[in-house]
């Protein structure tokens, strides 16, 4: 054994990484056999982190703290960030029947839009599932990070027999935004953590005790 497909890819691309062979007899050994996670730190100790939460057998992955609070954003800018000028009075009225439930045929007086507050209701659900699931959560933002570099190495038809499988997930069911990068064991996180070390991200994946 030389060298060997160690990661195979699905989700964005279908590809796959190699390493030595001895780094991949150590992952087998250790996360396969004895099922022990295997993370090799970044030579720096000024580091980011990308987090590896199990949930529901797998391990998904976060970049940035999983427990953040989300910064859920005011009126004005929710509507700031969807091109929207309130000072408009089309778009002023679009926005009110879309997101604040008037109608301008109800003939009811417009209710006003308390710009600097949270969004809350229909707007609410809206941001989290167009803004957060999709682009803010730091399950997004990891999927955004590890989709941006170049973790595939070899040829689409490569055959091998993979330690690990890395899966890039846009919409888990049908109508779902929810962004996220799963791993389904340490052999995956290790692997994957090699290949961070070897693009000198300065990345580390840490994974919490449950």
Known sequence: MNRRDFLSIFGISVGAILIPAPVARLIRDTCVL??????????SNNYSTIYAIR??????????????KPD??????????????????????????????WSR?????KPRIPVDSPVTGWALDHYFECDYNLIESPMALAFSYLSSLPLGDTPKGFTGDPLGRLGFIEGDRPGSNLTYVEAPDFATLACLQHRLNELNTNVRIEIPEA
């Open 72 to 101: 859920v954003p005011t009126w004005g800018e929710f509507a700031q960030d969807r091109g929207i000028n309130l000072d408009n009075p089309k778009e002023h009225l679009a926005f009110l029947e879309e997101f604040l439930g």
């Open 105 to 109: 045929s109800d003939g009811t007086r």
């Open 55 to 68: 949930k529901y057998g797998d391990y998904i992955l976060h970049y940035g703290d999983p427990d953040q």
């Open 34 to 43: 004895q099922e022990k996670p295997l993370i090799v730190p970044p030579v």
